[in-house]
Nanobody, 124 residues
């Protein structure tokens, strides 16, 4: 079965950096666009970043653009989210997701598979 497993979350001070990873199995990874979403307590899950199957195009939420970078290694079936200049408002559970098609890369409903999430906490 399809599995997406996030790792690399943790506690970091404001202004610091963190890289989270998502290892995929059970699917032809290179055929899927990948996305990162996050959900803070009491809030809805929101789009963070997305990358096309080839890695040729990336998309970001306005709140993270210029600070976060999404990348992928199709040989390792892994997608990454490098987070720099972290802020307390970036605190959330971060989820990776896989999407087989469609244009709405920012929509939760466009994704076929989800990971279990990894906690990122940014202290002030």
């Amino acid at each position: 079965q399809v599995q997406l497993v996030e790792s690399g979350g943790g506690l970091v001070q404001a202004g610091g950096s963190l890289r989270v990873s998502c290892a995929a199995s059970g699917l032809t990874f290179s055929r899927y666009a990948m996305g990162w979403f996050r959900q803070a307590p009491g809030k809805e899950r929101e789009f963070v970043a997305s990358i096309t199957w080839s890695g040729g195009s990336t998309y970001y939420a306005g709140s993270v653009k210029g600070r976060f970078t999404v990348s992928r290694d199709n040989a390792k079936n892994t997608v990454y989210l490098q987070m720099n200049s972290l802020k307390p408002e970036d605190t959330a559970v971060y989820y990776c997701a896989a999407r087989s098609g469609g244009s709405y890369y920012y929509s939760v409903g466009s994704y076929d598979y989800w990971g279990q999430g990894t906690q990122v906490t940014v202290s002030s």
